[in-house]
């Protein structure tokens, strides 16, 4: 593990291969910008007091459970498109079989 220092020299980090956490902050997180309308981003703020954290722990949280929200509803669209899924084909094989005259 390499020990590697920020821009600024004073907060010391790990470099690329793992993140640190110094004082919170994940160090190899990205930084985004967001806009957001002024009464969404008083909500956003008002949750942050609420649960004692910050604006990007809020947003992380909510973005976290939408997409997993929304990767649940992906799968469980599938498993109920596959659920009545036949082989190739479907049942063509058996219905000839089924029509074929006797020996």
């Known amino acids: 593990m390499e020990i ?3 821009l600024w020299g004073t907060l010391p980090h790990l470099l690329p291969s793992e993140p640190l956490v110094y004082l919170g902050i994940l160090t190899s997180m990205a930084k985004v910008m967001v806009s957001l309308p ?3 981003l008083a909500e956003v703020d ?6 004692g ?3 990007s722990a809020v947003m992380r949280e ?3 459970a939408a997409l997993r929200k929304r990767r ?10 596959l659920s009545d899924i036949s082989p190739h084909g479907g049942r063509a094989a058996e219905q000839v079989k089924a029509t074929r005259p006797g020996p």
């Open 46 to 51: 008002a949750e942050a007091r609420r649960g």
């Open 4 to 6: 590697g220092w920020n």
């Open 53 to 55: 954290t910050t604006r």
């Open 72 to 81: 649940e509803g992906r799968a469980a669209a599938m498993r109920s498109l």
């Open 62 to 64: 909510f973005a976290d």
């Open 38 to 40: 002024d009464d969404l």
